[in-house]
């Protein structure tokens, strides 16, 4: 099955940038979403951005809190999931989650990794 483990987090001031990047193995059907996830203190878990990683690719979708700020990517081994976070704001503050084999940024994605904090001040 797949394993999914992130790195990247950290604490950052506002209008600062972090990049986190997602780990991949196991993975055998690439006809699905990969995405980010993060769960605020107190709050539930929210999708942040997902990408088709099937035949034709690049659908990509956003949260509106996050358009214009964060980038999702794909290295090109489709080993490591990207994020990219610019302009960081303190209601970014949360567990950040990477997941595999979903839809869109429904929650019903089959894997998940363990997260990493970000923490925006």
């Known amino acids: 099955h797949v394993q999914l483990v992130e790195s990247g987090g950290g604490s950052v001031q506002a209008g600062g940038s972090l990049r986190l990047s997602c780990a991949i193995s196991?993975?055998?059907?690439?006809?699905?979403?990969l995405a980010w996830f993060r769960q605020p203190p107190g709050k539930e878990r929210e999708g942040v951005a997902a990408?088709?990683?099937?035949?034709?690719?690049?659908?990509?979708y956003y949260d509106d809190s996050v358009k214009g700020r964060f980038t999702i990517s794909q290295d090109n081994s489709k080993n490591t999931l990207f994020l990219q976070m610019n302009v960081l704001r303190p209601e970014d503050t949360a567990m950040y989650y990477c997941?595999?084999?979903?839809?869109?940024?429904?929650?019903?994605?089959?894997?998940w990794g363990q997260g990493t904090q970000v923490t925006v001040s």
């Open positions: 997941a595999a084999d979903g839809w869109w940024l429904l929650p019903e994605y089959s894997g």
């Open positions: 196991g993975r055998s059907n690439e006809n699905y979403f």
């Open positions: 990408m088709y990683t099937g035949f034709g690719g690049g659908n990509i």
